[in-house]
């Protein structure tokens, strides 16, 4: 099914409705919301979120330190499971799928970045991008991880481990594994956390301009307030809720009642 469309007709790429995550508090956290109580019961994370994003559309995660953000990002990747509501990603439910089904799907549709990058450091940057491409059984493997680390500046750098690479360059090897299988959704976790400021703009730019040449959608969790300007849309996390900073005009239409 395709729920709802936008008002520039592209179709809702993620679809989240009402979802609540608890967990079992960590032992010996205090539960701000348990009037800082030492909590051993459960940690609600997430109060009924919703959310809809347009396929193509950039849109900025910001809000408070433990806000929520991250969760709700691991919940989009099918990394969590809610506790309670419905997430489909391009119509597919995931909380209907298995395990395998899931990491099958997850595999075809989302690429993550992630502030410490998470490379594989035994390998090579050749190496960790064609991870991705050699789980999806792509027989072109090769040519599209050099072609992958060539978009991204670091044609020369292919037969380098992570440690002989700057930040900078690691965060870009982490870009070329995410787009090289061409993901409609990106979900990106402070990608620019662990880089100076220099270097984090230039990631950025290359990060926007690969989302708009290949129509990714994608999720950004920011601090950085210049760098959430730069989505066309900005939605605050407080407390486990969402306060969506769209324009009323983006609202996404809904079918009219028959
Ligand atoms: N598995 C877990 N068990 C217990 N508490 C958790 C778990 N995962 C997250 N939390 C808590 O839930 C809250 C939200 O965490 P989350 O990482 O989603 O916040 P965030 O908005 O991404 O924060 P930050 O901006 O600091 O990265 C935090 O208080 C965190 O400590």
Redesign the pocket.
Same mark, same amino acid.
């Given at each position: 099914m395709d729920g709802d469309r936008f008002p520039n007709g592209r179709p809702a790429l993620v679809e989240a409705d009402d979802l609540w995550l608890t967990? &079992?508090?960590?032992p010996g956290?205090v539960? &701000?919301r348990d009037g800082g109580a030492r909590g051993d019961g459960a940690?609600t994370?997430?109060h009924g979120v919703s959310l809809r994003v347009a396929e193509g559309e950039a849109v900025g995660l910001v809000?408070? *330190?433990? *806000?929520?953000?991250? *969760?709700?990002?691991?919940l989009l990747a099918g990394l $969590?499971r809610p506790t309670r509501g419905t997430i489909r990603i391009a119509g597919t439910r995931l909380d209907t799928l298995d395990e395998n089904a899931m990491a099958r799907f997850r595999r075809q549709t989302t690429g993550i970045v992630f502030q410490s990058f998470q490379l594989i450091p035994t390998m090579t940057a050749l190496e960790n991008v064609l991870v991705p491409l050699e789980l999806a059984g792509r027989s072109d493997g090769m040519a599209a991880a050099t072609a992958s680390l060539d978009a991204v500046g670091l044609a020369h750098r292919l037969g380098h481990l992570p440690a002989e690479l700057s930040g900078g360059e690691q965060q870009r090897v982490a870009l070329a594994r995410a787009f090289v299988t061409r993901p409609r959704l990106l979900l990106a976790? $402070?990608p620019t956390g662990n880089l100076d400021t220099r270097t984090g703009a230039a990631v950025v730019d290359l990060l926007f301009s690969l989302q708009r040449q290949y129509g990714t959608t994608l999720l950004l969790?920011t601090?950085d307030t210049a760098l959430a300007a730069r989505c066309g849309r900005c939605v605050q996390?407080r407390d486990?809720h969402l306060e969506d900073g769209r324009l009323e005009s983006e609202q996404p239409a809904r079918p009219s009642a028959p």
């Amino acid at each position: 099914m395709d729920g709802d469309r936008f008002p520039n007709g592209r179709p809702a790429l993620v679809e989240a409705d009402d979802l609540w995550l608890t967990v &079992p508090a960590r032992p010996g956290r205090v539960n &701000p919301r348990d009037g800082g109580a030492r909590g051993d019961g459960a940690l609600t994370i997430l109060h009924g979120v919703s959310l809809r994003v347009a396929e193509g559309e950039a849109v900025g995660l910001v809000g408070p *330190s433990g *806000s929520g953000k991250t *969760s709700l990002l691991m919940l989009l990747a099918g990394l $969590e499971r809610p506790t309670r509501g419905t997430i489909r990603i391009a119509g597919t439910r995931l909380d209907t799928l298995d395990e395998n089904a899931m990491a099958r799907f997850r595999r075809q549709t989302t690429g993550i970045v992630f502030q410490s990058f998470q490379l594989i450091p035994t390998m090579t940057a050749l190496e960790n991008v064609l991870v991705p491409l050699e789980l999806a059984g792509r027989s072109d493997g090769m040519a599209a991880a050099t072609a992958s680390l060539d978009a991204v500046g670091l044609a020369h750098r292919l037969g380098h481990l992570p440690a002989e690479l700057s930040g900078g360059e690691q965060q870009r090897v982490a870009l070329a594994r995410a787009f090289v299988t061409r993901p409609r959704l990106l979900l990106a976790d $402070e990608p620019t956390g662990n880089l100076d400021t220099r270097t984090g703009a230039a990631v950025v730019d290359l990060l926007f301009s690969l989302q708009r040449q290949y129509g990714t959608t994608l999720l950004l969790i920011t601090h950085d307030t210049a760098l959430a300007a730069r989505c066309g849309r900005c939605v605050q996390v407080r407390d486990g809720h969402l306060e969506d900073g769209r324009l009323e005009s983006e609202q996404p239409a809904r079918p009219s009642a028959p």
